[in-house]
């Protein structure tokens, strides 16, 4: 089964910290995404890659950055967080024209 | 830009009937369109994908139909059970994709 991990499953942070959510993908996929997803929004894409080294913004990268440095693993940062960066964060993969698979989510909670 | 609609209300069908959900698109010519299914808390499952040139896809009791015409895609369940009760997302895109707001399904026993 493709398995898409994210590490954490829930995270409190303080206004201005810098935050690091990782995502691991095992089947080799070239796309990697990070969303967020609020209620009433539905799921909004930040940032995609398409291989390594290589990044696209999404509709709503303006607080983010990305990395990915292997083709398994795609980073999303949070500069400077802050409060309307609360939300469930879900990464992706998939081949080039392909189903998405998705992470199991992670609550990020900026107090 | 590109925007994808779905009913933005709550759909309640009763068990064992027909679910049809909507997923309107404009400002695209996708190649293929997605949909896919979430639960509260979890992530989106892929549930079934269709091509521009297939005008109907089925698997077990979805059916999903696209029309290129009229921009639009609808995606059926038959025989609805209270287990299909969840939020289905309609999703375009190639390289990019994009995701609708989504239709919560409520199968009423």
């Known amino acids: 089964d493709v398995k898409v991990t994210q590490s954490s499953r829930y995270l409190v942070k303080r206004t201005g910290e810098k935050v690091f959510l990782e995502c691991v993908q095992d089947m080799d996929h070239e796309n990697m995404f990070w969303y967020r997803q609020d209620p009433g929004l539905g799921l909004r894409l930040i940032y995609f890659s398409y291989d390594v080294k290589m990044k696209e913004k999404g509709d709503i990268p303006e607080g983010y950055s990305v990395s990915r440095e292997k083709k398994e693993r795609f980073s999303l940062i949070l500069e400077s967080a802050s409060t309307n960066q609360t939300s469930m964060y879900l990464c992706a993969s998939s081949f080039v024209t392909a189903p998405a698979f998705f992470g199991q989510g992670t609550r990020l909670t900026v107090v | 830009s590109q925007k994808i609609e779905q009913n933005s209300e709550a759909l309640n069908i009763q068990e064992g009937k027909t679910a049809t959900l909507t997923c309107n698109y404009t400002?695209?010519?996708?190649?293929?369109l997605q949909w896919y299914r979430q639960d509260p808390g979890r992530g989106p499952v892929f549930l079934l994908l269709?091509?521009?040139?297939?005008k109907e896809k089925r698997k077990e009791r979805l059916k999903v139909t696209f029309d290129t015409t009229l921009k639009q895609s609808l995606f059926h369940i038959t025989a609805s059970q209270p287990a299909d009760s969840a939020t289905y997302l309609c999703?375009?895109?190639?390289?990019?994709?994009?995701f609708g707001k989504g239709t919560r399904l409520h199968i009423l026993p």
């Open positions: 269709i091509r521009e040139n297939e």
């Open positions: 999703a375009l895109g190639d390289d990019k994709i994009i």
């Open positions: 400002n695209y010519s996708p190649a293929y």
